[in-house]
């Protein structure tokens, strides 16, 4: 890699550049690599050592207590309803995001005047601020002021008053709506690349051969595509587990605690109940288990790269 | 590609325009249904308040007015969006510039290795509300909460693995030799970056830049946490008008509605490198 290699010099002066090179990579790595450690390496030392203290709104009581936090975690049934309710959320919006992207991707990936434009629509609700979406929604789902209800309301013929953010029947939905709504185009637009650059010769050859769609589609299409998807599933699915501005717009995590997520619950108990060491002791526990995951997803993405 | 069946004849030609059209009419209204809400929120912010609280809802106001707009002005809430700007626009500029570098590093030297680049990466993944607890406590210690730095500081270490990351990939989709010519001419590592490295790799550092820029811009968590009156961002300012019973409908609107043209911006000014950088240059699209 080293340029200097190429040139013909003197090995003193050979030496001197290898020395210089070595400084410039790790001068040019040094002042980002610093910046990273504060929010990769900080957090995880100081949430650990506040963790095993005992610092409450009541009390700064900096002293050892061992991990009685820890052993709370289990005992603390809102963090494992919020656990549950993230993974619900989850398990619904991706596999809903996923085929409705790949339905949509479909859709478009033939020949279709102006589809640079619908692209470019349809694309604008990822690049909304998450916060302004869920703010949105809220707005949409107004039982008096809002269209939702109005439009469900002609097809029932009667007027509709749901209340959408409040309903315990209905919560879910809302915050699924509003989730799937958004992220959905993200998985079009992946699926959408990576279908287009499947070897059109080979689906040809295939209906040639009288292949019909499905076929095509299960054989062909999706091997190829699937390391994209894959990809796709890994970035949502990581954006999901940390879930927090669409819910906290639309519900704040109510009705009650109903909709809380991971991420609204330690909110919660960091800086409204000002649980500090306990708060420690959560962000610890998901710090260290998301970066295992995170790490051995990345693994196989960088893989594929 | 399945329009390129042999069709035979007048049937033939007559299925593939139905099929057309069928997939025209498709596109319009998913189009329509994932638009109707950005439509729903530019037009409130364009309704006296008569019209947002007028039940059943009017779906367009009688005439374009701009009061709410003037009220955010007036009040000065505005400046949200420019704290907004301010803080997205320097901790882009500090990012990109440090990014770059190191992405650089990484890309030609392959410094650290691969694993290096992975827990760069891994870094991005982490879920923010885990790191911002304990850099609020080590905020409130510094005095930074609620300062401009603080939070410059803050999107710019949380913005550094991806602008990293994608700035790696663009720079070893570069060929070598042009670096290795100018260094035989007896340009310096430097030089190199700046005359060689920095033009061929223009687009890259643009599209890194906007989709940096948007992730500040989005950003919700970081900014409720670090700040409280001084440094808000526009984001915050929205969630602020909700209260209790009376919800600040045509603020909320008007709001969102200055946070969100830029977003539009961006997208018209990406379309190239859209797949690319919302998929971490995964597809090159």
């Known amino acids: ?305 | 590609m399945m329009t390129r069946l042999p069709a035979s004849g007048s049937f033939g030609l007559r299925r593939r325009t139905w099929r057309l059209l069928a997939r025209y009419v498709g596109a319009l209204a998913l189009t329509v249904i994932f638009l109707f809400p950005v439509y729903w929120l530019f037009m409130i912010s364009f309704k006296t308040p008569e019209e947002i609280f007028h039940s059943p809802p009017v779906w367009y106001p009688a005439q374009l007015q701009f009061s709410n707009y003037a009220v955010l002005f007036k009040d000065g809430d505005v400046v949200t969006v420019w704290n907004s700007l301010f803080v997205a626009g320097c901790s882009t500029l500090i990012a990109m510039f440090l990014g770059t570098l190191c992405a650089y590093s990484l890309a030609r030297f392959r410094t650290g290795g691969e694993h290096l680049a992975i827990w760069i990466i891994s870094q991005r993944m982490i879920p923010p509300i885990a790191v911002v607890f304990p850099l609020f406590l080590l905020y409130v210690w510094l005095g930074w909460v609620d300062t401009y730095h603080g939070l410059i500081l803050l999107y710019t270490a949380f913005n550094l693995p991806y602008v990293i990351w994608m700035m790696r990939g663009y720079i070893e989709d570069i060929p070598i030799d042009l670096e290795q010519s100018a260094l035989v001419d007896g340009c310096t590592r430097w030089q190199v970056l700046l005359k060689v490295v920095f033009p061929m790799v223009r687009t890259g550092l643009f599209a890194t830049a906007v989709f940096t820029f948007v992730f500040a811009w989005n950003d919700f968590i970081f900014a409720l946490v670090m700040t409280r009156s001084n440094v808000t961002t526009y984001p915050v300012q929205v969630t602020h008008y909700f209260g209790g019973q009376s919800n600040f409908w045509a603020k909320i609107a008007a709001m969102s509605v200055l946070g969100t043209v830029p977003i539009f911006i961006a997208v018209a000014a990406l379309q190239k490198y859209l797949v690319r950088g919302i998929s971490l240059g995964a597809v090159k699209g």
């Open chain 1, 1 to 305: 890699m080293s340029a200097t290699a190429t040139a013909p010099s003197p090995s003193f002066a050979r030496r001197l550049s290898e020395f210089s090179d070595r400084r410039f990579k790790y001068l040019m790595i040094a002042p980002a690599i610093f910046i990273i450690l504060l929010i990769g390496l900080f957090p995880l030392i100081y949430t650990l050592a506040v963790s095993v203290q005992n610092i409450t709104m009541l009390e700064e009581d900096t002293s050892y207590h061992g991990l009685i936090h820890y052993g709370a975690l289990f005992k603390d049934l809102r963090l494992w309803q919020a656990i549950g309710h993230t993974l619900l959320i989850t398990a619904i919006a991706l596999p809903a995001e996923l085929l409705l992207g790949l339905l949509m991707a479909l859709l478009f990936l033939e020949r279709l005047p102006g589809r640079q434009i619908f692209v470019a629509l349809l694309v604008l609700p990822t690049m909304i601020a998450p916060v302004v979406a869920g703010a949105t929604w809220r707005l949409l789902f107004d039982n008096r002021y809002g269209p939702i209800n109005q439009i469900l309301g002609w097809f029932a013929g009667e007027p509709v008053p749901i209340v959408w953010t409040i309903n315990p029947d209905f919560v879910y939905l809302g915050i699924l709506l509003a989730e799937v709504w958004q992220w959905t185009p993200f998985m079009f637009l992946l699926l959408l690349a990576a279908l287009s650059n499947v070897d059109q010769s080979l689906t040809e050859a295939a209906e040639i051969d009288g292949a019909n769609g499905l076929t095509i589609f299960l054989r062909i299409m999706l091997p190829a595509i699937w390391p994209v998807m894959a990809i796709a599933l890994l970035i949502r699915g990581l954006d999901l587990v940390r879930l927090f501005d669409v819910v906290w717009a639309l519900t704040g995590g109510g009705p009650g605690t109903m909709t809380e997520t991971i991420s609204i619950y330690t909110y919660v108990q960091g800086f409204r109940q000002f649980e500090t060491s306990y708060t420690a002791a959560i962000a610890f526990l998901v710090i260290v288990l998301l970066s295992v995951v995170v790490i051995a997803a990345l693994r196989r993405m960088e893989i594929t790269r």
